[in-house]
Nanobody, 123 residues
Framework: QVQLVESGGGSVQTGGSLRLSCAAS????????MGWFRQAPGKEREGVAA??????VYADSVKGRFTISRDNAKNTLSLQMNSLKPEDTAMYYC??????????????????WGQGTQVTVSS
């Protein structure tokens, strides 16, 4: 079973940037969605961005600021986060869709999760 490990989190000030990476222990077909999710204390986990092939989808709250990318040759998923805001503070997780073509931004459609990496944005 594929294992996912996130890295790249940290603390930045408002307006700063971070790049998150997710390393997969095995290759994943491009037919599977890969996604980034986040969960703030006391809130439900929410989808941030997802990718399958050339298709990308973003939450409205991050459009124009975050960019998801995928390197299948290196089995990595990335999330470039620019113009960070305090409301972006959360634990960020990468995940793989439960079956081919099944994904998007809904967490229940994913069944492989990393342990998460913390992002903190201060004002």
């Amino acid at each position: 079973q594929v294992q996912l490990v996130e890295s790249g989190g940290g603390s930045v000030q408002t307006g700063g940037s971070l790049r998150l990476s997710c390393a997969a222990s095995a290759s994943t077909s491009d037919n599977y969605y890969m996604g980034w999710f986040r969960q703030a204390p006391g809130k439900e986990r929410e989808g941030v961005a997802a990718i399958r092939g050339i298709n990308k989808v973003y939450a409205d709250s991050v459009k124009g600021r975050f960019t998801i990318s995928r390197d299948n040759a290196k089995n990595t998923l990335s999330l470039q986060m620019n113009s960070l805001k305090p409301e972006d503070t959360a634990m960020y997780y990468c995940a793989r869709g439960a079956s081919p073509y099944f994904g998007g931004l809904a967490p229940y459609r994913y069944n492989r999760w990393g342990q998460g990496t913390q992002v903190t944005v201060s004002s």
